[in-house]
Structures are given as structure tokens and as C-alpha cells.
């Protein structure tokens, strides 16, 4: 039993009335012992940012994933295209047609156009990057979820999962960067040598 020291005449029981008051005054317990107590606001709080970086960290795999998917996609469809239309062009000069040099011309420029495009977006770099960056985000997620690797040794192993995370996400988006600028900057050379020629 604890005595208030505030009235001094009402004796309180440990731990009813943690965060209650006696009698519309505030008891001893709640004024010294209730602030070092984990406040149940703070902890569902926490739980639902972690519940959200979860479902944020899902929908980047997903995002990942897809874009690994429509780059290999794209990356075959404008490479079989280039092929079948490149290797066409003869067999169509060889026919007896009035127009067999300009439906040749036609198609020798489409090839052409496929093969620049494909060269423009990086279909293939762009497909083993995402799918990199997918396949390394899934294995972080399986350690930090089996407490397994870095994650064996740390009791609350949350915050350097996201730090991870974000590491993964950041190196990609540099690498993006180099990849895509190095597309510009051929194609801008292309430019210029075409223009001095």
C-alpha cells in the first residue's frame, strides 16, 4: 500500500490505479512510477510504422520485380524483331516485285529503328539491374525475417534492416544514373559524328 503525500489520509494499492486518479486527485503511482512505463499509445504507434515500412518494402519488391519483367519482355521482343526483319531485307531484294527495293528500304529501317531503341532504353542492363536489386531486397527481407546473418547477433534487428534496405535502394538508383547517362551520352555522340560526317 502506498500513502499520497499530497492529502497524507488516503492509502492507494500498487498497481490498480497506475494512471487513474483517487478521488479526482492524482495518485503517487501515476505522478512518479506511470512515466517509466511503456505507454501502449507509443508501442501500437510503433508497431504501425513498422506495419507500414512492411507494406512500403512489399510494394518496392513488387515494383522491382515488374520492372525486371517488362525490360526482359522488351528487351526480346525488340531483339527478335531486329533479327527477323535484318535478315529479311535480302530475301526481298531477291524478289521480282516493282517495289522490292522500297518495301526492303522500309524494312531495313525498322530494323534499324529496333536496334536504336533497344540501344536508347537498355532493355538488358536495365533487366539485370532491376532483377539484381529485387533478388538482393528478397534475400534481406529472408535473413531479417529468419534472424539469420547480420541479424543472428542483434536483438532488435529493425533498424538495420532499413538501413539496409535504403542502402540497396540508393546503390541501384546510381547505378540507374550511370546507365542511363552513358545511353544519353552514346546517343549524343552518335549525333555528333553522324553531324561531322
Not at 540507374?176 to 561531322?196: C, L, P, Q, V
Request: aromatic letters at 10%.
Amino acid at each position: 500500500m502506498l500513502r499520497d503525500s499530497r492529502t497524507g489520509d488516503k492509502e492507494i494499492s500498487w498497481p490498480p490505479h497506475v494512471g487513474r486518479s483517487v478521488e479526482g486527485k492524482s495518485c503517487l503511482a501515476k505522478s512518479f512510477l506511470a512515466p517509466a512505463l511503456p505507454k501502449r499509445e507509443s508501442v501500437e504507434s510503433t508497431t504501425s510504422v513498422d506495419n507500414n515500412y512492411l507494406i512500403a518494402f512489399e510494394e518496392t519488391y513488387r515494383r522491382y520485380r515488374r520492372a525486371s519483367s517488362t525490360c526482359k519482355v522488351l528487351h526480346y521482343f525488340f531483339q527478335t524483331m531486329h533479327l527477323l526483319l535484318a535478315t529479311s531485307v535480302p530475301i526481298i531484294l531477291l524478289l521480282d516485285h516493282d517495289d522490292a527495293n522500297l518495301i526492303g528500304a522500309i524494312i531495313s529501317f525498322a530494323a534499324t529503328f529496333s536496334l536504336c531503341l533497344t540501344r536508347l532504353f537498355r532493355f538488358q542492363e536495365n533487366w539485370f539491374l532491376n532483377k539484381r536489386v529485387a533478388e538482393e531486397l528478397l534475400r534481406e527481407k529472408n535473413l531479417f525475417q529468419g534472424h539469420a546473418g547480420p541479424y543472428r547477433k542483434l536483438e532488435n534487428g529493425y533498424e538495420f534492416f532499413i538501413e539496409t534496405v535504403e542502402r540497396i535502394t540508393k546503390l541501384e538508383s546510381n547505378d540507374w544514373i550511370r546507365i542511363n547517362a552513358g545511353s544519353a551520352d552514346s546517343t549524343s555522340d552518335t549525333a555528333a559524328t553522324k553531324a561531322a560526317a
